[in-house]
Each structure stands twice: as C-alpha cells, then as structure tokens.
C-alpha cells in the first residue's frame, strides 16, 4: 500500500527522511477521494478525528482571545495560567500533583510524545512500544536513531501487553516503553491492577522511562481512567501526554501536553524552542476555556461515542470472521479479519492481507478503513466509530453483503 519510492526518497534527501515510512493509509486515502471525485458516496471509517464540532463556548472564547490582543509569540512551554490551570486538571481529575516548570504545552499531543522520544532516545536505545500502537510512535524512535521492540498483547487479552511480557522484553538497553490507554487503535484500557503491575516492573528498572499517551482520557466507557504516574514510586518515571484534540474535539486547534520531572520537561522545552516555539496564541486561550469548562461537552460527545460503540458492535458481531474485542474507549473497532485471507474476490484476486482486505471493502463497499498493518497488527482492519448513526448503520451493513460474496 505505499506510495511508490522511487518518488519518495530521491538521493538529494536526508537518509533520515528517506528511511521514513510514507503513511500506509495515502494509497486508500487517495483511492478512497477518486472514488468520491466519481460521484460514489464513500463512508470514510479511516479518520481519528471527532465528527463533532468544537464546543462553542469554546470558540467564543478564541474569539475574545484574538480581539484582545493574544496574537504575539507565545512562552515556549506555553502561557503560565494555561500551565497552571493543567497542573489543576491534573490534581483534581487524577490526583497528579505538578507545577507548572513540569509541564510544557505543545502543537498537539504528537509534538509532546515528539519532544520526549527526542530528548530521551540515543542511538541504539530500545524502545518498547505496546502493540498494536498509534501509528506515529514507531516513526518518531526511528528518527530518534533508536530500535523499537514491539511487544503485542493477546487478543484474548485484549491486546493489553502484560507486566510479565513487559518485564520478559526488558534489556539493558531499554530506555523508554510507549503505551497508549484508551489505545488506539484497540479501544482497550488498563485497569488499574494491571498498571499496578506494570508499575512494579518499571520500579525494579529505574534507567527506564515510560510515555504514557492518555489522549484519550475522557473517552472511557468503562469509567475509570488511571494515569501511570499515580503509582508513587514510580512519578518521576513517567512522562504524562493528554491534549486537547479528542476530549474536547479540537483536532485542528493542535494543543496538547505532557507533565514530567523537571529535566525532562526542560529539555522537551529546549527541542521545542528551535523547533517550533510555543504553540498558537489563540489556540492555547482557546484550551485555557476548554479546562474552565470542565468535562460536560466531553460527556457528551462520549455518550455518542458508547452508543456508537455498542451499535457498530453488535453489528461486527454479526460477521463471520470478525474478531473483536469490546472497545473500553477511544472511538475504534479492530477486528481480526484474519479469517478471510486466501478468499477470492468476484473478479478473481485473492485476499492476501488485511491491506487488501480493506481495498476490497472499499471498492465493493465503499467504505473507507485502514490496514491494521500500520498500528502493527497486520491481521486487523481499523474502522473509526467516529461518524454519524446512521453511517456507521449503513457502512457494516455494506461491508457484510461485501464479504458475503467473497469466494
Ligand atoms: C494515541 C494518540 N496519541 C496522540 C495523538 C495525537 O494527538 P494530537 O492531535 O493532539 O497531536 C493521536 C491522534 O490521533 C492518537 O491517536
């Protein structure tokens, strides 16, 4: 599925940016947009983006923000009172105790996960990345120089690595473990036992160092939400990443954030001061009001989001050879479409992997989706819950009369 490379790494570029994945997704993107172009009505499941519009309150309040002047450049780690009012999030949804000197605001969650893969990783240094993961981690330690050690969880498990397989991939080397919960793409979420264990393992290695992707936060249908850090022995291991993108559907504002010891923190600050600076003005007001306005427009969104979970659910339940587990949060189904490799399309090809699986269900189906490949699990198909009812309703029922007619 990707793009050819003969046009992508020209020996005038960097060996850096020609060792860099294309995204595995453009092939379908690109199929996906001719297909609309020719007039088909093509439900795209492929997005991680929220269907909802920012919350109005706080788009008034960018508004007030730009009229009142906040059109300068902005600190690098971001405005204080923004610092401040996340070290108060922090404290009372998830009894994290930081001043602001540990937080540092960024163009988005992926530039703080950025920031810290840069300033922790050394050539050769491993990284232990939860599989199946986000799709950027494996790009940004591959830029970082570092190797990336893939550990999968079960999905009988679903797909949670455990601490015993955490501690059984452990090497001298190990310097970071990179972890999203709510994950994405599985929809799964760590209880609290299970990151209890996992932070006994990382206390008995204290050279390591653990991202914890909490993007997903608010979207969590299982109720609680436990972030790493609050295992004591073990805070100044743990670099905290949340924003502002999926909770608050604000994925073009580009905010986001981490909390982290203070060195770590600082150093974030220095990569991001000669590589960006400090994130929008506006957008950064605009978070600020989005905190102020505590989590209801967030509750509401993750009410559409559970009703869509459980809408999509029961419909892939209906689908020989889809295996799932249930989503805990996040906005994605990731079935194990496994079951169809080798079946023959109507014009004759053959099913090979989950990439053509999901080309197949975009051509016969229209439907739009992504190659589980890229978040590696190459058994599984993401589709975003992230559209309308009635889509989501539409989309599974053309996806199974589509498998139906393979041979
Ligand atoms: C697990 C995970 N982490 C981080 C990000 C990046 O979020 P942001 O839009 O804040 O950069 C995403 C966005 O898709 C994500 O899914």
């Known amino acids: 599925m990707a793009a050819s490379t003969a046009t992508l790494t020209p020996s005038f570029l960097s060996d850096r940016i020609n060792a860099m994945q294309e995204s595995q997704t453009i092939a379908m993107a690109k199929k996906a947009r001719e ?11 492929s997005f991680g983006e929220p269907d909802f519009e920012t919350p109005q309150y706080i788009r008034e309040a ?20 923004l610092r401040q009012a996340i070290a108060d999030k922090l404290l009372r949804e998830n009894q994290l105790a930081y001043k602001p000197e540990n937080i540092v605001v960024s163009t988005g969650a992926k530039q703080a996960l950025a920031n810290a893969v840069m300033s922790l990783i050394n050539a050769g240094d491993e990284v232990i990345v939860f599989a199946p993961y986000w799709v950027s981690y494996e790009e940004m330690v591959r830029l970082a120089e570092g190797t990336t050690v893939t550990l999968m969880g079960a999905l009988e498990n679903d797909y949670k690595v455990t601490a015993a397989e955490l501690e059984a991939a452990i090497t001298p080397r190990t310097k970071l473990i990179m972890y999203s919960s709510p994950c994405n793409p599985t929809g799964s979420v760590f209880s609290r036992e299970e990151l209890a264990a996992i932070a006994a393992v990382v206390a008995r290695n204290p050279q390591i160092h653990v991202l914890a992707d909490e993007i997903y936060e608010y979207i969590n249908f299982v109720g609680e939400h436990v972030s790493l850090a609050q295992f004591a022995e073990i805070k100044d291991q743990v670099i ?31 990569m991001q001061s000669q590589i960006t600076s400090g994130t929008c003005s506006v957008a950064q007001r605009a978070a600020l009001a989005a905190l102020q306005g505590g989590r209801t427009s967030a509750d509401e969104m993750v009410a559409a989001y559970r009703r869509r979970r459980d809408l999509v659910l029961a419909q892939v339940q209906q689908i020989p050879g889809f295996k799932t587990p249930t989503p805990s949060g996040a906005f994605y189904i990731f079935p194990d479409v496994s079951a169809y490799f080798g079946r023959r399309t109507p014009a004759g090809e053959t099913i090979g992997n989950a990439g053509d699986l999901a080309l197949y269900l975009l051509n016969e189906a229209h439907v739009a989706a992504v190659d589980g490949a890229a978040f590696g699990a190459p058994n599984c198909i993401r589709f975003s819950t992230a559209a309308a009812d009635e889509k989501l309703r539409e989309a599974f029922v053309r996806i199974k009369a589509s498998l139906e007619k393979l041979g």
């Open 35 to 45: 297909l609309m172009a020719k007039g088909i009505d093509v439900i795209n499941l």
């Open 62 to 81: 960018a508004k007030v923000a730009m009229d009142q002047g906040f059109t300068k450049y902005t600190p690098v780690p971001g405005y204080l009172d």
């Open 240 to 270: 905290t990443v949340n924003g502002f993108s999926k909770g608050y559907a604000m994925t073009g504002w580009r905010v986001g954030y981490l909390a982290a010891r203070p060195e770590i923190a600082a150093a974030c600050e220095k």
